[in-house]
């Protein structure tokens, strides 16, 4: 959806989220693209005629659409007031936009769909704001969403959206300089003489994180799946 005014506190506001996340997204090395079909009122595959399009007055009056990495993202906005009614329709809407953005993704992609919303300024930090926020967070119907409550002060911003992120797909707890020693692993050992971890599966988690040059997203999908077959048995 095309917005009116360029120089619009609404546009900013999504200038300055879509900076920070392609900002974030390069050092951790994911791509940004641009996929303004998903904020956009038709259908995949459909013509402009009723039957293939939301009307706008059903949709966020402000939205945009990116792929970053495999995560397809909507961005939109909360409303400037803190109150249910006003949050309620915003989300009905947003989740009328996730719609429209999962007709252009395969249903596994599908599955990756974010939505963020964006505070108002100085939404952060405020009790009433945190509230809503949950709710909008915790409801998950058509995609995942996530809610940025913005500081009071702009020079803030970058603090306050890493401390976002950390609660996000662009969180990277894996990535960091500390060194570690091979004692966690000697814990999952002796943790499967206690029957609390099957011996198998304690060897295939420690042969897969003593693997050198192990990706971190792979290591994380050998351990789920590990722990998955133990399950199974």
């Not at 506001?13 to 009122?41: C, K, Q």
């Not at 009307?55 to 995560?71: A, C, F, K, W």
């Amino acid at each position: 959806m095309s917005e009116s005014l360029a120089t619009s506190p609404a546009q900013e506001a999504l200038d300055t989220v879509e900076r920070l996340l392609a900002h974030r997204a390069m050092t951790i090395g994911l791509s940004v693209e641009a996929r303004p079909n998903f904020a956009g009122t038709i259908f995949a595959g459909g013509s402009d005629t009723p039957s293939a399009r939301i009307e706008t007055s059903d949709l966020p009056n402000h939205v945009r659409g990116l792929q970053i990495g495999r995560y397809p993202i909507l961005l939109t906005l909360l409303p400037e007031a803190p109150d249910d009614e006003g949050l309620s329709e915003v989300v009905r809407r947003v989740r009328n936009q996730c719609v429209v953005a999962r007709s252009y993704l395969s249903p596994s992609a599908a599955l990756d769909l974010h939505a963020i919303l964006l505070g108002p300024r100085s939404s952060e930090g405020v009790d009433r704001w945190r509230a809503l926020a949950l709710i909008a967070e915790r409801d998950e119907r058509v995609a995942r969403k996530l809610v940025w409550l913005r500081p009071k002060d702009p020079s803030a911003d970058e603090r306050s959206f890493d401390d976002f992120s950390k609660r996000s797909f662009l969180a990277r707890p894996w990535v960091t300089d500390a060194i570690f020693s091979m004692a966690p692993l000697d814990n999952v050992s002796r943790a499967a003489t206690y029957g609390e971890v099957p011996r198998d599966t304690a060897g295939e988690w420690i042969r897969a994180a003593s693997e050198p040059g192990v990706d971190a997203d792979q290591l994380v999908d050998e351990l789920v799946a590990s722990w998955q077959r133990r399950s199974a048995q």
